[in-house]
Structures are given as structure tokens and as C-alpha cells.
């Protein structure tokens, strides 16, 4: 095989299919590009026709508003100038897809972002909020690596939100508010999805509503959330679970909840020193990617003999790649989580 019959290659303007002439995810403004998901780095404005998985509308046109967009239900194919495209389900977040390219009997897979978790299938572990990641057979496969490191491995979800719910239960217990900062798309919808709301009323942020009403709309079973400013009776808000983004951190708007512990979710709370830069009470440690077992099963079901690695621990992954026998590269891309952070900032509406 050649590179030149590569079914995707590297563009300053993103990731890009040379015979059906269209990007994935690009991160410069092009013709046509087809979404993986609707997080902002993958998903940003300003391309002339936009291409994703159905189960993704809702969410997608909640962060970009009115774009030209071509929605495919999970499995169904559409052709580009012979080229084969089909979606499939990423479990990262709502309306996550893998991305199926099959040309002249060649078959690659770009995961975008993609949650797995663990070494061996369990459907306890899938994210709830989303359709699981389903494997996809293929040559080539273009992997993220977020968490590709060895020591990222999550611990089971019964437990992670046992945690959480004694974490607020006990804040709960001595009148003080608790404050969990998230994504505001993915993981709080998974937190809310996770924790016992019977343990008292639950506040966002009005950068995670919109979000919400997307996943209700789109069929998520969702517990009831009210924004802060709908809860009339302080009494309430002292045993309220409250989910922000992390950019509220050490805001005015936190001031409104009184007395309150705070925590952080996010995969990145495995590492010691990443709590305390946060100077949070707690660091529960929840990811919406795939752990590092996951990512190796990941890999293995794909059957690919070659892997292209993307955003996240690339030379790890390549090295461990290549001592399994297989062909191993890496992309580099303008994808990261940071920049997901940063562009909550940007849809906090005013006084939110
Ligand atoms: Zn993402
Ligand atoms: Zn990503």
C-alpha cells in the first residue's frame, strides 16, 4: 500500500479524505466536513456543509446554531465520489460517531473521541447517556489518545457515583451546597445521569441546561435540574447537588450558593497533582475516553493492522503499537480537552 491510496491524510486545514474530498472534524474552515461530535474542538463553526450522526442534531445545532447539516442514522452509508461513509457509535457523548471510510476494498475508521472502559466488555461500564461504542472491522484505524497512558484506569461507575452521592449526601448533612464542576456537555449529563436524586434538589448552570434539554429531547432520561435562580428557598439550595462548568471556579456566581464544598470531575483527577492545581475538596475521577485497557480493546476488535494515533499520549501509544506487531503513526491535530474548557466560557450566557 502506498500513501497515496491512504484513505486519509493530514491538511493544515484538519483531517482529509483525498478521493471523496471532504475533512473530518477540520479545525480551519472548509467545504464539506463531517463531526465526529459536537464537543468545540472537533466541532467548530463556520464550514459550508456539515455532516453527523443523527442521534447528534440536537446537541450540534445547540453549540452552532443554524449550519447546513446532513444527518445519518448510526449504520446507514452515504456515498462520496466513491467513497462509502458511514457512522458509528462512539459512546463518547451524545451523538458520538466513529467514522467508516471504505474505497476500492479498503476500510478505515476515525474514532474521534471514544469511550471504552476496561479490558473486557461490560455493559455496567458504558456510558448511559449515549449509544455504546460498537467496534468497527477495518485496515486502518485512527485512534484518539487522551488517556493513553498505563496508570488510566477507571474504576468501576457503581462505585465512582457511590462516592459522589456520600460526597454530597454528607455536604447535604451540614447545610452547605455542593458545588461538582464538569464539561458542560457530556460529563455533566453523565453525572446527572449517575448520582441518586433523592439526596436533594439538583441546580446547573445555565451553560449545562441547553445541553440538557438536547439529551431529554433526543430521549436521555435525565433527573430534574432547575437553575440557580429558580431556587426561591435558600434552605433547599444548601442540600442542592451543583453542576457548573469549570470556568466558574472562584467566580461571582459562585458566591450565590452560600457555604459549599467543591470537586472536580474529570479523568484527569488520577493524577495527585491535578487536584491540588485545582485546590478543590474532592477530584472524582470521571472520563467520557476510553481508559488505557479500553483503548487497547479498543484497537484489537478493529482488527486493524495499522493505527494512526491523534490527540493525547501519541508516542506511548505508538511505541506499545509497534511492539504489538502492527504498522503505527501518529497525526497531530488541533483536538485537545482544554480547548473544550475554554469554549464553555464563550456560551456561559450573561449572568448565568
Ligand atoms: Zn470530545
Ligand atoms: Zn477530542
Known sequence: MTPADDLVVQRPEGLYCPPGNFYIDPWRPVDRAIITHAHADHARPGH????AAASGEGVLRARLGAIDLQTLPYGEAVDHFGVRVSLHPAGHVLGSAQVRLEHRGQVWVASGDYFVAGADDDPAESNATCTPFEPVRCDCFITESTFGLPIYRWAPQRDLFADIDR??????????????????FGKAQRILAGVDPSIGPIVVHGAVEPLNRAYRAAGVALPETKLVTEITDKASLRRALVIAPPSVQNSVWTRRLGEHGDAFASGWMQLRGARRRRSVDRGFVLSDHADWPGLQRAIRQTGAQRVIVTHGYESVMVRWLTEQGLEAGAFSTEYGDEKEESAEVVLEPAGA
Not at 48 to 51: E, K, M, R, V
Not at 167 to 176: H, I, L, V
Open 48 to 51: 459550508a456543509h456539515y455532516l
Open 167 to 184: 460526597w454530597w449526601a454528607a455536604n447535604a448533612a451540614t447545610g452547605r451546597a455542593s458545588l461538582l464542576l464538569g464539561y458542560s
